[in-house]
């Protein structure tokens, strides 16, 4: 149903995305993403690696590092898909919020909520990045493809 493979969002080294490999009705469970957590005191240490970008909030006491896709879902301000989180399994379950098309990039919004349009810590820059994409973004016809996503695929919880 999904696959990981290369993203034109973001311009890191890996620029990795989860997309759809069928056409994936909205409400469908997309992916069940089991959790690693950790006591949020110990986000001193992993902020000092890597894993800082591709991490959740998991309750009000404890970090997450999701296995599975769940880590690797970009973001989007106009999310194909949500998640819940399910404590009683430890999982993140990963919901298409939308249809979405066999090909397409699946998308979150990294603030927990579809509709939430608070900045994200690494966007900085996001008004000039989506120009630049959506430059060089055009899809067959020719025409101007608008892309409202970014990565790195994460949650952030060091704010």
Known sequence: MIEVKQSKLGDGEFNRGVFATVDIPKGQLIHQAPVVPYPNEDHEHVEKTILEDYVFEYGANHTAILLGYGSLINHSYEPNATYDINFENHTFDFYAYKDIKAGEEVLINYNGEEDNMDPLWFLD????????????????????VDVESNSPGTTDLSK
């Open 125 to 144: 820059d996001y008004e000039e990045r989506m120009r630049e994409l959506n430059e060089s973004n055009d899809d067959s016809d020719g025409n101007e």
